[in-house]
């Protein structure tokens, strides 16, 4: 995607060493925030609007 191609890639410091079970975001995009998976880079991505992904994070932090 050529939207995707300045992505920089960063992974949660909480991720550890959990076995590569994790996502990568890209939240340097304009207008855009990008999630995949880090076992796969060259593989699909999601995106959202920073709007969406904001209330993602927001509420996944309450669970």
Not at 36 to 51: E, I, N
């Amino acid at each position: 995607m050529a939207e995707l191609a300045g992505a920089l890639w960063r992974k949660s410091t909480r991720s550890g060493d959990n076995g590569g079970a994790c996502v990568e975001v890209a939240d340097n995009l304009p207008g855009l925030v990008a999630v995949r998976d880090s076992k796969d880079p060259a593989g699909p991505a999601l995106t959202f609007s920073p709007a969406a992904w904001a209330s993602f994070v927001r509420v996944t932090k309450r669970s």
